[in-house]
C-alpha cells in the first residue's frame, strides 16, 4: 500500500529566504509525482507534474525534484515571498491510476 | 473551459438523509476520483475510475457509492449521511496514467 508522507506539517521562515519542502512515498512503482498548492478554503493548485522518466520539473522559483530509486521528491522555493504563504501537497500516481496524497506542509513567509 | 465542475459548493444534511454530489470535466479524461479533506489529514482517496463503466474503491470507500456512465461524469452518493462524512469533497480529473491531474472547486458537506 502506497503511503506518502511530507516532513515538516508546518514551517514558518522570513521573507526572502529559500526553502526545501520534502515529500516520501513508500513504493517506488509510481508514473509521475505532482505538487500542489491549496490556500484556506479553496481548490488545489498544480504547481508542477515529474514523470517517473524525469529527474526534476521547474517554474519560475520553484523546483521539484525526484528520486524514485530513495522514494523521495523536494520542492525548492527560491526567495520566498509572504504570497507563497499556503499548504503545499505532494501526489503520486501508481498502479490503476490512485492518485494518493501526503497530508501537506502548512507554510507561513513572515514579511 | 470549465475543466472539473463540482456541485454544490455546500450542502447541509440531516444525518440519515441521502444527496449526490455531482463531477464533470469537459477534457475527455479516463480516469476520474472523489477525495475528502479532513483538517490535518491531507486528501483521502474514496472511489475512482478508469473509465466509463469501470470504478474501484479508494482508502475510504464506506458510506459512498459512485459510478461511471459516461466519460463527463462521476457523481458520487452519500446512502444515508453521517456525522462523520462532515467534510470537503474534491473531484479530480486526469488524461492517463502519466497525465496531469485537475481538481474541482470542492463541496463543502455539514451532516448535523
Known amino acids: 500500500k502506497q503511503e506518502v508522507t511530507q516532513i515538516p506539517a508546518a514551517l514558518s521562515v522570513p521573507e526572502g529566504e529559500n526553502l526545501v519542502l520534502n515529500c516520501s512515498f513508500t513504493d517506488s512503482a509510481i508514473y509521475n509525482l505532482q505538487w500542489f498548492r491549496q490556500d484556506p478554503g479553496k481548490g488545489l493548485t498544480s504547481l508542477l507534474l515529474?514523470?517517473?522518466?524525469?529527474r526534476e520539473q521547474t517554474s519560475g522559483r520553484l523546483n521539484a525534484s525526484l528520486d524514485k530509486s530513495s522514494g523521495r521528491s523536494t520542492l525548492y522555493i527560491a526567495a520566498s515571498q509572504p504570497g507563497d504563504s499556503a499548504t503545499y501537497l505532494c501526489?503520486?500516481?501508481?498502479?490503476?491510476?490512485?492518485?494518493?496524497f501526503g497530508s501537506g506542509t502548512r507554510l507561513s513567509i513572515r514579511p | 473551459n470549465a475543466g472539473v465542475t463540482q456541485t454544490p459548493k455546500f450542502q447541509v444534511l440531516k444525518t440519515g438523509q441521502s444527496m449526490t454530489l455531482q463531477c464533470a470535466q469537459d477534457?475527455?479524461?479516463?480516469?476520474m476520483s472523489w477525495y475528502r479533506q479532513d483538517p490535518g489529514m491531507g486528501l483521502r482517496l474514496i472511489h475512482y475510475?478508469?473509465?466509463?463503466?469501470?470504478?474501484d474503491q479508494g482508502e475510504v470507500p464506506n458510506g459512498y457509492n459512485v459510478s461511471r456512465s459516461t466519460t463527463e461524469d462521476f457523481p458520487l452518493r452519500l446512502l444515508s449521511a453521517a456525522p462523520s462524512q462532515t467534510s470537503v469533497y474534491f473531484c479530480?480529473?486526469?488524461?492517463?496514467?502519466?497525465?496531469?491531474?485537475?481538481f474541482g472547486q470542492g463541496t463543502r458537506l455539514t451532516v448535523v
Open positions: 515529474i514523470q517517473s522518466s524525469q
Open positions: 501526489a503520486v500516481t501508481g498502479g490503476s491510476s490512485k492518485i494518493i
Open positions: 475510475s478508469v473509465g466509463a463503466g469501470i470504478t
Open positions: 479530480a480529473s486526469s488524461a492517463k496514467l502519466t497525465g496531469e491531474a485537475f
Open positions: 477534457m475527455n479524461h479516463e480516469y
